[in-house]
């Protein structure tokens, strides 16, 4: 067994392959693949009637540009010197793929909650991705680069720091490491802490029950899920019956007392749902099911699970099903799961995942976030992700990697400055494309 003094020299021994400074670095290769390119790859097999929505998502902004443009930077991720040390990647760490939830108890926590793209890789590149957003998100907001620079700087340094701490810890208190969204409002005061609570208390109240107020409607037939297409559009019989054939399969992938939970429910609707910005086109369904009464509502998602864009840049993954790829990764990595999480294979053998609609989930409103709030949330999410990572890769090699000195952290924080700049060439690429009609947006859906 390795002891944590040869763990640690492990990290150290790191630094030969990739300098702590050498993170800093971000120059485009002059073989950088085009990144409308890499768009219209994925586009391919998306839904093609719903393919102009995720380019006029991604036109809307510089920031929402990187929500869509996950594969162009594992792209340019791929293609620079990396660590060798391996965590469960959520592989699109951008700061609203964090946000507030229930855990099985019930207890609303901060996490890490999107895993669309979770894949085993080097720790930093979950780093660089958040670092990459907050700067892009000051930028948005009017900050100066000082102050953009700043806010990558604290998500780095908290990264860091928390990974040190957790290193000290033994195997279980790792494991049992949550961030309980309660304990974050001692963290701020006054006005900041009124508008904290507010955002709770919504999230609270941002279940199945208020899923059934919006998104269904009642009529001579019964209650069904209300028809607006093309975000949301009640699927055809035939839909239905091929929904009901995979439903034992998805079944079949939850520990036995979630399956008893789920047979006191019934099927009532279903719908096809457009979600997101990078996964608009994928296909995307909700289910509508009733238990006791019409009271009694559930709402499951049904989201297509295609292979990670961090895929062509790191080893073979150990799952060839994508759906329990997503699933088998969010459970590594959150502190606490939804209990429906589950996976089955659909029709034209397209994997899938299963997961509540909503579970009291909520998240950041980064557009009216001051520069010393972005920071603050920043700190919050560069603890979380170091938890995550540290469920599945070697903390201590890691922080022995980081180290006492803030050296990461600059180099991240001077990273994250130049990528804005090339993600905002890249947005603007994109918006030329559509005003010379290259590409076809649908904006304002």
């Not at 199945?208 to 019964?222: E, F, P, V």
């Not at 239905?240 to 429910?265: A, C, P, T």
């Not at 938890?387 to 994250?416: E, K, N, Q, T």
Request: some cysteine.
């Amino acid at each position: 067994m390795t002891t944590p003094s040869e763990r640690a020299e492990n990290g150290k021994a790191a630094r030969q392959r990739a300098p702590r400074t050498s993170h800093g670095r971000w120059i485009p290769s002059s073989q950088r693949p085009d990144p409308l390119t890499i768009l219209e790859r994925q586009s391919v097999d998306r839904l093609s009637d719903l393919v102009p929505i995720r380019y006029g998502r991604m036109a809307d902004s510089p920031f929402a540009f990187l929500r869509g443009a996950a594969a162009i930077m594992a792209a340019d991720l791929g293609a620079t010197r990396h660590t060798g040390l391996t965590v469960q990647l959520c592989g699109d760490a951008h700061l609203l793929n964090f946000g507030v939830y229930a855990s099985p108890e019930r207890t609303l926590l901060f996490d890490v909650n999107d895993f669309d793209e979770t894949l085993p890789g080097p720790f930093e590149w979950d780093v660089k991705r958040l670092a990459a957003s907050l700067t892009v998100a000051a930028f948005q907001n009017g900050a100066g680069q000082a102050k953009a620079h700043r806010a990558a700087l604290v998500a780095a340094e908290s990264y860091r720091m928390t990974m040190r701490r957790l290193a000290g810890l033994g195997e279980l208190a790792v494991w049992y490491e949550r961030i309980a969204a309660d304990d974050l409002t001692p963290l701020v005061s006054g006005a900041r802490r009124e508008r904290l609570e507010r955002r709770l208390a919504h999230a609270r109240g941002h279940g199945s029950l208020q899923a059934l107020g919006k998104l269904t409607t009642r009529d001579d037939s019964g209650r069904h899920i209300i028809d607006a297409p093309p975000l949301l559009e009640r699927t055809t019989d035939i839909d239905r019956v091929s929904l009901g054939k995979i439903f034992s399969d998805y079944r079949s992938s939850l520990s036995e007392e979630r399956r008893i939970l789920l047979d006191r429910f019934h099927f009532v609707d279903a719908a096809r749902k457009v979600v997101g910005v990078g996964s608009v086109g994928t296909r995307c369904f909700i289910l509508f099911l009733e238990g006791r009464d019409e009271g009694d509502p559930l709402f499951l998602q049904i989201k297509e699970a295609v292979p990670s864009v961090l895929e062509p840049y790191l080893p073979a993954g150990r799952y060839d099903h994508q759906g329990r790829r997503v699933v088998s990764g969010q459970r590594l990595t959150q502190a606490a799961s939804d209990i429906f999480l589950g996976w089955m294979t659909g029709p034209e053998q397209r994997h899938f995942y299963w997961r509540q609609l909503r579970d009291m989930k909520g998240s950041a409103e980064v557009e009216t976030m001051s520069s010393s709030l972005l920071r603050q949330y920043a700190r919050l999410c560069g603890r979380a992700l170091a938890r995550a990572h540290a469920r599945s890769g070697d903390r201590i090699a890691i922080a022995a990697y980081l180290g006492s000195s803030d050296v990461f952290d600059r180099a991240i924080a001077d990273f994250a400055l130049r990528y804005a700049a090339q993600n905002a060439d890249d947005y603007a690429a994109l918006g030329a494309a559509i005003a010379a009609g290259v590409v076809t947006a649908a904006p304002g859906i």
